[in-house]
């Protein structure tokens, strides 16, 4: 381990072994490269979180006038910290920085490597924690900035639920079913979790960690799981609707669509009147 990397780290008491050799092998490695400036972590490890199960978030910092020729070599610096089974980058979540790996091991370990321009951390949805960095630089340019994670818009999602609530009443009655079982999936990514998790000061990802940080919610949230059935997605789209209107309750700063949301419930009613009319009529051919 070279000097620069040879700084004392008070690893979390949650951090397991496989985890703690991987970063112990990358704070050897990585500073012998001039243009990283240093290496954080975040995700779990700064909840000390973490156990067999999880993956590591990591930032690799460099200077601005460096990270072009750094991420055109990423493949090649993630395969300097141990055998890579794959790697994939992450345009499909908006983040082409990243660099998703897998590492053999036993077990295998998932490590997500973000290369960040030290004046792009300035932007950030939370504070990582610092590793080891280069004459203070990572700090320092932390510090140039606040971490924002973005909070759910309530006005943004009231304005458009009930054009999704009626679009999945047409798959149910069209019988697209794995498109509706889609559509539950996304509701409750995209709606429901993200809601209910910021109504307990959690960050508010989707429905990660949910039945950790708001398990009453995530209980609610069990209904609104369909079955591969026409009448049971009508049954769970209600049960988002419900769950929907509990967690806008009590907030008052954004405007109710009430005429599109009595339209597209007008016409799942009808839809669920066609699924009982044809339910009904298989009921007396079989009488």
């Given at each position: 381990?070279?000097?620069?990397?040879?700084?004392?780290?008070?690893?979390?008491?949650?951090?397991?072994?496989?985890?703690?050799?991987?970063?112990?092998?990358?704070?050897?490695?990585?500073?012998?490269?001039?243009?990283?400036?240093?290496?954080?972590a975040g995700g779990s490890y700064?909840?000390?979180?973490?156990?067999?199960?999880?993956?590591?978030?990591?930032?690799?910092?460099?200077?601005?006038?460096?990270?072009?020729?750094?991420?055109?070599?990423?493949?090649?610096?993630?395969?300097?910290?141990?055998?890579?089974?794959?790697?994939?980058?992450?345009?499909?979540?908006?983040?082409?920085?990243?660099?998703?790996?897998?590492?053999?091991?036993?077990?295998?370990?998932?490590?997500?490597?973000?290369?960040?321009?030290?004046?792009?951390?300035?932007?950030?949805?939370?504070?990582?924690?610092?590793?080891?960095?280069?004459?203070?630089?990572?700090?320092?340019?932390?510090?140039?900035?606040?971490?924002?994670?973005?909070?759910?818009?309530?006005?943004?999602?009231?304005?458009?639920?009930?054009?999704?609530?009626?679009?999945?009443?047409?798959?149910?009655?069209?019988?697209?079913?794995?498109?509706?079982?889609?559509?539950?999936?996304?509701?409750?990514?995209?709606?429901?979790?993200?809601?209910?998790?910021?109504?307990?000061?959690?960050?508010?990802?989707?429905?990660?960690?949910?039945?950790?940080?708001?398990?009453?919610?995530?209980?609610?949230?069990?209904?609104?799981?369909?079955?591969?059935?026409?009448?049971?997605?009508?049954?769970?789209?209600?049960?988002?609707?419900?769950?929907?209107?509990?967690?806008?309750?009590?907030?008052?700063?954004?405007?109710?669509?009430?005429?599109?949301?009595?339209a597209s419930l007008r016409y799942?009613?009808d839809i669920e009147a066609g699924?009982?009319?044809?339910?009904?009529?298989?009921?007396?051919?079989?009488?």
């Amino acid at each position: 381990m070279t000097p620069e990397a040879s700084i004392p780290v008070d690893w979390p008491s949650s951090l397991p072994k496989v985890h703690r050799r991987f970063l112990e092998l990358a704070l050897g490695i990585l500073p012998a490269d001039l243009r990283v400036m240093g290496l954080a972590a975040g995700g779990s490890y700064l909840a000390n979180a973490m156990d067999e199960l999880s993956d590591l978030d990591l930032v690799i910092a460099t200077q601005a006038c460096d990270h072009a020729s750094v991420m055109a070599e990423r493949r090649g610096i993630a395969g300097l910290l141990g055998r890579v089974l794959a790697a994939f980058t992450g345009e499909h979540v908006g983040e082409p920085r990243l660099l998703i790996c897998l590492y053999d091991g036993d077990p295998p370990l998932h490590v997500d490597l973000k290369f960040v321009a030290l004046p792009d951390l300035a932007t950030r949805v939370e504070n990582p924690a610092v590793l080891w960095e280069r004459d203070g630089q990572l700090s320092r340019a932390l510090r140039e900035g606040a971490c924002h994670y973005p909070r759910p818009d309530l006005q943004w999602i009231e304005d458009r639920v009930w054009v999704w609530v009626h679009y999945a009443a047409t798959k149910i009655g069209r019988g697209e079913i794995f498109e509706v079982l889609d559509f539950l999936s996304f509701f409750r990514t995209t709606v429901l979790g993200p809601l209910a998790l910021d109504s307990v000061g959690a960050r508010p990802a989707g429905v990660r960690k949910i039945e950790m940080l708001a398990p009453d919610h995530a209980q609610r949230l069990r209904a609104t799981v369909g079955t591969y059935d026409a009448a049971d997605c009508a049954r769970a789209l209600h049960s988002c609707i419900d769950c929907y209107r509990q967690l806008r309750a009590g907030h008052t700063s954004f405007q109710l669509r009430d005429a599109a949301e009595a339209a597209s419930l007008r016409y799942l009613a009808d839809i669920e009147a066609g699924l009982n009319r044809i339910a009904e009529g298989a009921t007396c051919r079989y009488e």
